[in-house]
């Protein structure tokens, strides 16, 4: 508990540096408590109002989270490198992990022939001078994001479908504006939007994707931004309906103040058709990576949006980091041009669907109601995360407790499905229908 940890300083920064401390160096857990205000102003001798700012220093930099009543907890995933061991529970020897949101690195394409091929064929260095899109890629991009109905004409290439993000929010909003994200949803997206001080509004997600009076209400709140998960939305597996895209473009059409933004994270593995926001409001970006059916190593997103929005991100990323390095952009090409890998991935999204849909239907079995329509994770509403989580670890399944993905949204666990065999389904399902609904207390006969 927090309480082994001496917070130190006689200054606001003083101690929001010895808080990162402790933090950084894993005295202090995520979840564990800080000193109220109060109490720490006496132990250290300086006045609240020192305290209190420090915590709001912190608080802003998205490392701990204030809950009311509830004081001050540094937060799941802190923005700050930590020793890795500090933040993972003991694995239990023989465990399965199935908390990761990881594909199945038996089902990505390899990347060493295709890394091999471009060995041979990179040529002379293209330098500082060449465009930080490769045309081809872009080109490329444009295709098939046409082909799904989004229209690309100003394409821009970011590293990973969260740094696109981070750079859209960073470009359009300011520390404590609103964005609106789907509740349960993507946990590292959470944790990004405290890491640059925004905030959260929680909007309730269904099968078809975010709620149309979810949507309304966070519009209401004052959201400077939505982020929409087109499909394999982490962690309930929605994906938007062709309804729900319509009821979305009706209410968000010429909202001149909000910037949309649309994660098509699985894209080709979905399996089921896009159907997009794109354009229903003036700023709007649509991010695709390349993480779940290429390789989560890639590190590759393609970004399209309208003129100033992908501007934005461009001309930041140009005075920064430059431009995504041009050997993983011809690397992504080549992926998307040769027909093994199309057929590959093609075969893991039907893959993912037999695996989801087997553990949906062996739970469906056993009266337990999950939801898993598209993507790598079934999301189980359980009644206690700690004690389903505990208790399937020690039946011999690691899985994610759902309040790493949650705001308001009512307890779950999620599962990863994407390394589970046939032979997984039946065992798993029954654990999980021990704990969704564990059998009476009292004496049995
Ligand atoms: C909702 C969502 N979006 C995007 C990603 C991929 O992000 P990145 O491209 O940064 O690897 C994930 C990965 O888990 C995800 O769950």
């Known amino acids: 508990m927090a309480a082994r940890y001496q917070i130190a300083g006689s200054s606001s920064a003083e101690i929001s540096a010895s808080v990162e401390t402790g933090i950084r160096t894993g ?19 300086v006045s609240p109002a020192t305290v209190a700012k420090a915590y709001q220093e912190l608080r802003q930099r998205g490392l701990v989270a204030t809950a009311g009543r509830h004081g001050t907890r540094v937060r799941p995933r802190p923005p700050v490198a930590t020793r890795r061991a500090a933040l993972m529970p003991p694995p239990l020897p023989g465990a399965r992990d199935l908390s990761a949101g990881q594909p199945d690195s038996r089902l990505l394409p390899p990347l060493g022939p295709h890394l091999a091929l471009l060995a ?25 994001l046409a082909a799904d109905g989004v229209p690309a004409e100003e394409i821009t290439v970011t590293g990973g479908a969260l740094d696109g993000i981070e750079r859209l929010l960073a470009a359009h909003l300011r520390p404590g504006d609103a964005v609106a994200v789907e509740d349960p949803g993507w946990a590292n997206l959470l944790d990004l939007i405290a890491a640059l001080g925004l905030r959260p ?9 975010p709620s149309e009076p979810g949507v309304r209400a966070a519009l209401t709140a004052g959201a ?16 938007v309906s062709a309804e729900r895209a319509g009821a979305l473009r009706t209410l968000l059409a010429g909202r001149a103040d909000l910037l949309l933004i649309e994660d098509d ?3 080709e593995l979905a399996g089921v058709p896009l159907h997009p926001l794109a354009g229903a409001t003036p700023a709007w970006a649509f991010v695709r990576s390349v993480s779940k059916p290429y390789g989560p190593d890639l590190r590759l997103a393609v970004l399209t949006g309208d003129e100033a929005t992908v501007a934005r991100v461009a001309g930041r990323a140009r005075v920064g980091a430059g431009w995504v390095s041009t050997v993983l952009q011809r690397l992504v090409l080549a992926l998307w041009q040769d027909p093994a890998t199309t057929d590959l991935v093609r075969r893991a999204g039907e893959s993912y669907e037999r695996r989801r849909d087997g553990l949906v239907a062996a739970l469906a079995a056993l009266g337990v109601a999950a939801h898993g329509r598209t993507g790598i994770n079934v999301w189980v509403p359980v009644p206690d995360e700690t004690l389903a989580v505990t208790a399937l670890r020690d039946a011999g399944w690691s899985v994610a407790p759902g309040a790493l993905h949650r705001i308001a949204a009512a307890p779950g666990v999620r599962i990863t499905v994407s390394s589970l065999d046939e032979a997984d389904l039946a065992p798993l399902a029954a654990a999980v229908a021990r704990v969704v609904r564990p059998a009476p207390a009292g004496f049995t006969a």
């Open 201 to 209: 509004i929680g909007v309730p997600v269904d099968d078809e994707g």
């Open 224 to 239: 400077r931004a939505l982020v929409v998960t087109s499909r394999a939305q982490n962690p309930t597996g929605a994906a």
């Open 27 to 45: 005295a202090l857990a995520p979840g564990d408590a800080l000193p109220a205000v109060r109490a720490l102003a006496a132990a250290l001798a």
């Open 265 to 267: 994270h699985a894209a």
């Open 120 to 144: 041979a064929e990179i040529g002379a260095p293209s330098g500082y001078a060449a465009t930080p899109v490769l045309p081809a890629l872009a080109a490329a991009a444009r295709d098939r």
